[in-house]
């Protein structure tokens, strides 16, 4: 292959040396010579190569010209053909259309986003251009050449997610409404116009014209269509009557507008050279596939009223009128908007939501096959925590509040991500619910419009095949990273926003599975009480029944914090749905007035309390000061609720400023750790259930981790479940649990993963090992599988040796030869953190205490180490982690003079002072040894100087951080919107943290103080 294009990826080299050979005496030289640039650029160049030897051989040399002067032409057609292979055959086939795309007009070009109105102007002008083309070859014509165009608008990063499905939708619209005008043309030369007698007309000729509107549904209703989305339509008309008659006489108005709905679907559907319109689905009008194709407006206002099922409502949520009369598409909405939007609290509607997940969940079930298996667990649409979970969770929330809300039902509402933030702006979705929903959303969109782009097929799962996984990953704009491929971060970013949407989906809804069975029990007496009628009737209901909460809520409503009023309010409506709660309540009113405190400092303490409303007693009561261990065997729900209690207890003390950060941090790591030993117990117990008795003595590694359990109860009081419970049943087991990252510090946080990675001890056989591979995955699914009552705990196993390519349970020797010859710098410094918290602890010490020794032997001079190889690989990490994660002014971990530069500079003194011979703790406690180690001949040291300034800059940090989780209810690695900057300050303040002037001066000073330390340290002394 030529040298210049030695450095790109094909997938098939040898297939694109052919087309190059075959391309290059045909190129003019200048494109020649872009070529290897543009080709580097984009995803597929295998793909690109290919069209482009075919369009080549297709193109008319005032094409081939244009090219050769405007480069930008050339990067437009490289890229259409990279992403997508059905549009690159209409450019193969029409090579003059890279010349419309590449106009440089004032209402022209790809830099601009044509309306509606441009769009339905440039319909009606391209027909004059193609008056000899049958009209379903015209549309489809039309819609291929601006689908080119939105497109390469997309795909170079042009447009967003939302602009991009307006476009798409706005699109649709014009071909509904031009396939309409023509269809209508037609029948009514053979019957004439359709008419209606009007009564009330004043004069004797009452006769009026009757008119079609064509109503949207779904993704079209919404206006966020997909490349290959189905359109969902229903068709209304006004009047009956009779047409005026034609050529072929008069009919019936229904009949007129059924053959009216049956052309149209005709001119959308049917297959022509060009491929159809649309695929157009109709079961979603009245009476689904046993209905007229067309109905008149009130015999469809009376099947709303009276038959319709609920799951027929909701979707009526998206409904919009795409094409033909306005008027009567708009009356019929305003009809039905009470229907769908209630006043009261509507248990059928989230039924409705909860039935239509099960649905689909037993659909994505009923496979058997791996393939099947495979394309449940990563379907971005219909995979749980999926896009259809968010577009679920927002109608359902729409459909509780909006009828009391009416902001939550306007115009542009049937958008997912105008409803979520609707949802925010009126407080029904917390900052962190609508930030990491709104996230999930356009990630999972935009990996939808890439997996349809391709083929145009309407395609949701992320393809199996590795090579095809890559290139979709790259299409998504995702490059291999930290020893990952891009298949492999896709991945794991696609479970990770499914995980954070079922967690949001379970505890949001006003009511999850769990409590439907009980709630329809009481369904007879309780219904109307279920939620309020609105802020007026909570309050009217309260003065009735529990006059001492009516008044403390009326105190809140008068104070000025937002937060506050909103979170007082919610947390109430919650309450009242437990009778017996609300009773407690009024006998301890003061506990609403400290929730209150909670509220105004905290989303993350608001959200967790109005979806619990029952924690409020967990926090607060006297005699519950200290969490209880759980007196039987446990279960992951059980495991889940008793963190939920103590996490929540932990971070109400730090909100009140009765604790202080590293203090909480101690805290949230003790319960981690709790957490950990149960859920691997639990995960033994469950291994012990999956493989079946064994009659076998139970010796050490045999065939099933499991029989480290304590088969036979103590001499003691104790049951085998408590004495299973303290770990006594793997302590002394070949197998440890090794804590890293910030569980490993001691400075778990909320919202933070755990990272642990597992270790076997130096005489465990091969047969022994996959024993303990098989017990570390239960306790990953333990850990990470959703309950009823939450994720019990965020594993992250990445940070083993060789990470996602290592085995997932490593063995003593391998886990020392690895430090002692491979790790790279930055896995020397992140191990620094290691600490056994389950199984055999002592084990796993020894083992980390030799590999200790072995990056002592590495790094550390006086052992013959050598401190400078190790400076150069953090210095080269560290400048990568800066180029790769780019945070902006504010940001304070990745940033220059943020965290990772305390971490590195700490870590890089620890390791080649040979200090590191044991875990110290947390970042202050490192910071302090290191301090009073002192310097000595051969290794730098920390003056009391440059100890304080870090240690202060830490703390800043770490409390930073700590407050943003608090207040946000999510982590970010840069400051707040200015709404939220005072309740951070506030919580820094309070604990003590010094924050001088604007907390962005002291963001900004605090980065430089430590930059320059780690500049004298980690560059400076290198040189």
Excluded at 161 to 173: H, K, P, V
Excluded at 381 to 399: H, M, N, S, Y
Excluded at 416 to 429: N, P, S
Excluded at 861 to 866: D, K, L, M, N, T
Aim: charged share 25%; net charge negative.
């Amino acid at each position: 292959m030529q040298t210049e294009f030695a450095n790109i990826v094909f997938n098939e080299p040898l297939a694109a040396e052919a087309n190059l050979a075959i391309l290059q005496p045909r190129l003019p030289v200048a494109v020649w010579a872009a070529l290897p640039t543009l080709l580097e650029q984009v995803p597929s160049p295998d793909d690109a190569l290919n069209f482009l030897e075919r369009f080549w051989r297709a193109a008319p040399q005032t094409v081939i010209r244009h090219i050769e002067t405007h480069r930008a032409a050339l990067h437009y057609l490289l890229t259409l053909f990279s992403y997508s292979r059905f549009l690159s055959e209409s450019l193969v086939q029409q090579p003059e259309l890279i010349l419309w795309l590449d106009r440089r007009g004032a209402r022209e070009g790809i830099e601009r986003m044509k309306s509606h109105d441009d769009l339905l102007e440039d319909c009606y002008r391209f027909s004059t251009m193609a008056f000899d083309l049958p009209p379903a070859v015209f549309l489809a014509r039309f819609k291929r050449r601006e689908y080119l165009r939105i497109t390469l608008r997309d795909v170079l990063n042009l447009a967003s997610l939302a602009e991009t499905s307006l476009e798409l939708s706005d699109l649709a619209d014009v071909l509904i409404e031009r396939a309409l005008r023509l269809a209508a043309q037609h029948l009514e030369n053979l019957y004439g116009m359709p008419q209606w007698s009007d009564a009330s007309a004043a004069s004797q000729d009452n006769l009026q014209p009757a008119r079609m509107t064509v109503i949207s549904l779904g993704k079209l209703g919404g206006q966020e269509l997909n490349y290959s989305s189905d359109i969902d339509l229903m068709f209304l008309y006004d009047h009956d009557g009779t047409t005026a008659g034609g050529t072929s006489g008069k009919i019936a108005n229904l009949e007129y507008f059924v053959r009216l709905a049956q052309a149209i679907l005709k001119l959308l559907t049917e297959a022509t050279p060009e491929g159809a319109v649309f695929r157009v689905d109709m079961r979603l009008r009245p009476e689904g596939q046993l209905g007229d194709l067309a109905i008149s407006l009130p015999a469809a206002l009376d099947y709303y009223r009276t038959r319709a099922r609920e799951w027929e409502l909701q979707m009526l949520i998206k409904a919009r009128v795409s094409a033909g009369e306005a008027a009567t598409g708009e009356k019929f909405l305003r009809e039905v908007r009470p229907l769908i939007f209630r006043q009261e609290f509507h248990l059928a509607a989230v039924e409705a939501v909860l039935n239509a997940r099960e649905e689909i969940s037993r659909s994505l079930r009923r496979g058997g096959a791996t393939d099947e298996d495979y394309a449940a667990a990563w379907n971005v649409k219909l995979t749980p925590g999926g896009i259809r979970d968010i577009e679920f969770l927002a109608q359902c929330l729409q459909r509780v509040h909006g009828g009391r809300d009416p902001w939550l039902t306007s115009r542009g509402s049937g958008s997912t991500l105008v409803a979520l933030q609707h949802l925010h702006d009126k407080g029904y979705l917390t900052q962190r619910d609508f930030f990491l929903l709104g996230s999930a959303y356009q990630f999972l969109r935009k990996v939808e419009h890439r997996l349809q782009l391709r083929d145009g097929l309407q395609e949701h799962t992320l393809p199996q095949k590795t090579g095809a996984l890559e290139r979709i990953a790259r299409r998504c704009g995702i490059e291999a990273a930290d020893g990952r491929s891009a298949g492999e971060i896709l991945l794991e970013q696609t479970r990770r926003y499914f995980e954070e949407v079922r967690a949001i989906y379970m505890q949001s809804l006003p009511m999850t599975e769990r409590d439907a069975e009980s709630a329809a029990a009481r369904a007879g007496e309780r219904i109307p009480e279920m939620r309020s009628l609105g802020a007026d009737a909570l309050l009217v209901r309260l003065r009735t029944e529990f006059p001492a909460l009516a008044e403390r809520l009326m105190r809140h409503r008068a104070q000025s914090d937002p937060f506050a009023r909103r979170g007082v309010e919610k947390f109430l409506e919650s309450a009242l749905l437990d009778v017996a709660l609300t009773h407690e309540l009024e006998q301890n009113a003061e506990w609403l007035d400290r929730a209150a405190e909670l509220f105004a400092r905290s989303d993350f303490a608001a959200e967790t309390l109005i979806r619990d409303p029952h924690a409020i007693e967990r926090i607060f009561r006297a005699d519950d000061a200290g969490a209880r261990e759980l007196p039987f065997l446990p279960t992951m729900e059980s495991l889940r609720r008793r963190e939920h209690d103590e996490t929540l207890r932990a971070a109400a003390k730090s909100i009140l400023g009765e604790t202080k950060p590293f203090e909480t941090f101690a805290e949230l790591t003790r319960i981690a750790e709790k957490s950990v030993r149960s859920a691997l117990e639990l995960a033994a117990r469950e291994d012990e259930v999956a493989s079946g008795p064994s009659t076998a003595p139970a010796t050490a590694g045999k065939l099933r981790a499991s029989e480290w359990l304590v088969t036979r109860k103590s001499n003691n009081t104790k049951t085998e479940s408590e004495s299973a419970m303290e770990g006594g049943a793997l302590r002394d087991a070949p197998f440890a649990v090794i804590a890293l990252g910030r569980l490993g510090a001691g400075e778990f946080d909320i919202g933070s993963d755990a990272d642990v990675m597992f270790l076997t001890g130096p005489n465990v056989s091969e047969e022994e090992m996959v024993a303990w591979r098989r017990l570390a995955e239960r306790f990953i699914h333990v850990a990470g599988s959703y309950t009823s009552e939450g994720l019990l705990l965020p594993v992250d196993t990445r940070l083993r040796p060789r990470g996602g390519e290592g085995e997932i349970v490593q063995g003593a020797k391998y886990f020392v030869e690895y430090f002692s010859r491979d790790a790279e710098g930055w896995e020397a410094a992140t191990y620094l953190k290691a600490r056994a918290v389950a199984g055999n602890v002592a084990l796993g010490e020894r083992i980390l205490g030799e590999m200790r020794d072995a990056l002592r032997k590495r790094f550390a001079a006086a052992h013959g180490g050598e401190p400078a190889e190790l400076r150069r690989q953090l210095v080269h990490m560290r400048e990568r982690l800066e180029r790769e994660r780019p945070e902006g002014e504010t940001g304070f971990k990745t940033s220059a003079g943020g965290f990772f530069d305390i971490e590195y500079v700490v870590a890089f003194l620890a390791l080649t002072g040979g200090i590191a011979t044991a875990n110290p703790g947390n970042v202050l406690r490192q910071i302090e040894v290191l301090e009073k180690s002192g310097a000595s001949p051969g290794r730098a040291g920390l003056s009391e100087k440059d100890a304080r300034a870090l240690w202060e800059a830490a703390m800043f940090y770490r409390s930073l951080d700590h407050a943003m989780r608090l207040a946000l209810g999510r982590a970010s690695n840069a400051l707040p919107e200015p709404a939220q900057m005072p309740r951070v300050v506030a919580m820094m303040k309070q604990w003590g943290v010094s924050v001088v002037g604007s907390l962005q001066d002291s963001l900004a000073s605090t980065r430089n103080a430590v930059r320059q330390i780690y500049q004298a340290m980690m560059v400076e002394d290198s040189k």
